[in-house]
Every structure is written in C-alpha cells, then in structure tokens.
Antibody, heavy 114, light 108 residues
Framework: DVQMVESGGGLVQPGGSLRLSCAVS????????MHWVRQLPGEGLVWVSR????????DYADSVKGRFTISRDNAKNTLFLQMNSLRAEDTAVYYC???????WGQGTLVTVSS | EIVLTQSPGTLSLSPGERGIFSCRAS???????LAWYQQKPGQAPRLVIY???SRAAGIPERFSGSGSGTDFTLTISRLEPEDFVVYYC?????????FGGGTKVEIK
C-alpha cells in the first residue's frame, strides 16, 4: 500500500518557484515528524527538511535554507514544500517520508532549467 | 549529523552467491535505528530491513540485517536476478535523517 503520494513537480526556470504536496494516508499523520528527501539524477538520497507534528519546529539542509519552506495541514493529512529561488542543482525527485521507515511513494520530479 | 559510509560502492556477484553489504556510521546510531532500502531503476526505494535486523513485510527470508552501534550489515543469502539493484542504508535515530551512498550489485 502506498502511504505517500507526492505531486506538484514540473519544469521551472532558474529563480522560479514550485509548491510540492504530499498526501499521506497514515492515520496517525498528525503525530508524526515528516521529512522531504530528494534524489538528484543518478545520485543518492539527501535529506532536505523536517517538520514536527504540530508544525512548530522546522529544520532545513544548508543547501535549501532560506529558499524552501516546509509546512503541513494535519486536518488534510498533507505535507507541503514551498520551493523558491530554484537553482539547477535543485533538480531531483522529491519524496516525502515519515521518520519511521516504510516503503516510499513514487516522488515528484522537479526540473530546473531554462 | 551522522555520516553513513557504505562499502563497497559496487559488488560484482553471480546469481546464487551471497551478497554482504556494509554500512558504517560516524557515531552510534541511537536504538540501532538503521534501515536498508532497495531501489530498482526508475522506482522509489523499497524498505527491506528496519531496526537493523527486522525484515519488512513481504521481503523474502534470504534478506537479513545485523549489527549495532556503528557497524551494520545487510546479507542476501542467495542472490536472485531481481536482487541486482542498488541498496541504501539510512539512520533514523538522530536528526537529520542520513543515508549511505549506496551499494550497487551487478551481475558478474
């Protein structure tokens, strides 16, 4: 069973913005820390951001700090990632995952290119 | 942050052989919260092992995990053709989540 379904990716020009969404079908989503992880083309997995269950604590990788904002809507079991000032090096598949390991969703591809 | 180092980067083996994958952490992984994921080309990672040694649902018995502290191992007792893909370790005992660089298993 796929518990996370990411969407919102696409082709964007450098300097542009995108908002990723992730619909999470875990019944205890409001109680879970959630993360965004990305995978650059042909590369490994890199943590991007984390948000606490109530949204009060948010952490970011240095590479995206000040440009990306993580948020959540616990009433709708949805996680978000607002991505601004996008760069070519942000091109990747983005996955949303809980801290507890489980199978991942298919992710959403973000391509930053002119 | 905890740095995970996987070795080797590429493993060349034949079907039926045993595959042994290493994951070494730069510091102790809390509660041995270490997972292994399998990733096939064009697909999302699939959970194989969690809590260092617990097999995920639907994973064949030929997969096993072991280790504690800073040294962890994934073993595939007899490689099947579908096992020749990439494996990542991940620690989730400390923030941020971190991942090893992956081990690719190729057919010899």
């Amino acid at each position: 069973d796929v518990q996370m379904v990411e969407s919102g990716g696409g082709l964007v020009q450098p300097g542009g913005s995108l908002r990723l969404s992730c619909a999470v079908s875990l019944v205890d989503f409001p109680n879970r820390y959630m993360h965004w992880v990305r995978q650059l083309p042909g590369e490994g997995l890199v943590w991007v951001s984390r948000i606490s269950p109530d949204g009060s604590t948010r952490d970011y990788a240095d590479s995206v700090k000040g440009r990306f904002t993580i948020s959540r809507d616990n009433a709708k079991n949805t996680l978000f990632l607002q991505m601004n000032s996008l760069r070519a090096e942000d091109t990747a598949v983005y996955y949303c995952v809980p801290t507890t390991p489980m199978d991942w969703g298919q992710g959403t591809l973000v391509t930053v290119s002119s | 942050e905890i740095v995970l180092t996987q070795s080797p980067g590429t493993l060349s083996l034949s079907p039926g052989e045993r595959g042994i994958f290493s994951c070494r952490a730069s510091q102790t992984v809390n509660n041995n919260y270490l997972a292994w994921y399998q990733q096939k080309p064009g697909q999302a990672p699939r959970l194989v092992i969690y809590d260092a040694s617990s097999r995920a649902a639907g994973i064949p018995e030929r997969f096993s995990g072991s280790g504690s502290g800073t040294d962890f191992t994934l073993t595939i007792s007899r490689l099947e053709p579908e096992d020749f893909v990439v494996y990542y370790c991940q620690q989730y005992g400390s923030s941020p989540l971190t991942f090893g660089g992956g081990t690719k298993v190729e057919i010899k």
